[in-house]
């Protein structure tokens, strides 16, 4: 009777004892460490629709457009003007038209560089701000400037420099004495030329005493003292101008290093290896004060 009772038991325990064994298995299952790809991909997705504001992508389109992407700053350029024009916001409009004249420079696109100033005249008509002629004056300027156009360059810079001077816009009419110097060295008339450069960095001081060292006067004057043939002067400027550019992280306009690029062509072609190099080495110890003392005092 007892052996009897046992198997029966026996029988009935099996199926609990196996249930039991598959619950504790899922339960270690659940409790053993997993990897989580869930977070990274969230935290990739976060940051991958981060908006950045207005100004912000205008900022970026700028620097886009100096390291040579013209497509990723027109991109954003484009946003802008799209915001700007749902918002009625006439900043943002000009800023982005302003933003994609630049652009038009790469490929000497006067077409769609007429076009854009259009757009900024009307918007400066619409709104009764001038910024927006002084703006499309500059761009005009730098464009013909590029072209070769000297004498629409300059009528240009000229429109750029009364509209800035009469509305407060320092900053602009300080860098149009940089850009037109430019002008006045292709014209051959030098002495006006130190002139715009010495004013510009008067004018960059006065604005801020304790400014790092400017290095993009620097191109003017390498530029200039290429074209007076002063071919050692004008590689040591160079040199320090691009030293100088690397140390700041800075990215020249297409207009403005044009000339730079002209000048170090020119001056490998005329002086020697060693010669070259010996001004390099020499060149190290040289600032933007020290060559200013030296080729325009």
Known sequence: MKMINFSQ??????????????????????????????????????????E??????????????????????????NEVLAIGRQTNNDTLIGRALTSLCRNSQRKLDTTRLAELSKELSDLAASSANQQWLMYRAHMNAEMWRLIGNMDRAEAFYNESMRISFETGAMGMYTIDHFNKSFVSINKGDFEEAKKLINKYYQLKHEADPAATEDAYGLIALAYLLEQEKNYRGAHEVAVVTRRLFKEQNLFPEPPDEKPLIMVEEKVEEILEASELEAIRSESDSQTVASLLEKYLS
């Open 9 to 50: 038991n026996l029988k009935m325990t099996r199926p609990s004892a196996f249930l039991t064994l598959l619950a504790f298995a899922l339960l270690l299952s659940c409790n053993s460490p997993q990897e989580k790809p869930a977070e990274k991909s969230t935290e990739i997705e976060l940051s991958d629709v981060e």
């Open 52 to 77: 950045i504001t207005p100004k912000e992508k205008l900022r970026k389109a700028y620097q886009l457009f100096k390291e040579g992407d013209d497509e990723g700053s027109i991109k954003l350029a």
